[in-house]
């Protein structure tokens, strides 16, 4: 039986290769998160740059929030990723969701991305 951070890797592959076929070359706004933090980053894979980031350790994000670790605060990272990459002149991304499920703060971090102007 294969272990549970086997499964999980395996699960992320297969994500990512998915992505590969069909991001057609479009910069990835990966997430991560943890059991008290969620972390967002706009990557640019053919140069394997991180274009921008944004995270619930923030010093201004930090003090607005109860906890890093649910929906309020995944919305608040998915919003101010969202104004970093139209900053950073980046509209359309591919959204890798890593190896979760689109569930709970996963699902509200993209669909605070979306309200904040990224299209994937």
């Not at 086997?6 to 706004?29: D, M, T, V």
Request: hydrophobic residues 40%.
């Amino acid at each position: 039986m294969l272990m549970k951070q086997e499964l999980f890797k395996r699960r992320k592959k297969r994500s990512r290769a998915r992505l590969r076929r069909l991001g057609s070359g479009r910069p990835r706004l990966s997430v991560f998160r943890s059991g008290k933090h969620i972390y967002a980053q706009v990557i640019d894979d053919g140069e394997g740059k991180i274009v921008v980031a944004a995270s619930s350790l923030e010093k201004e994000v930090r003090g607005e929030l109860k906890t890093g670790a649910d929906k309020e605060a995944a919305g608040r990272i998915g919003k101010s990723i969202a104004e970093r990459a139209i900053a950073a002149g980046i509209k359309d991304v591919v959204f890798d969701r890593g190896a979760y499920r689109y569930h709970g703060r996963v699902k509200a971090l993209a669909e605070a991305a979306r309200e904040g102007g990224l299209n994937f």
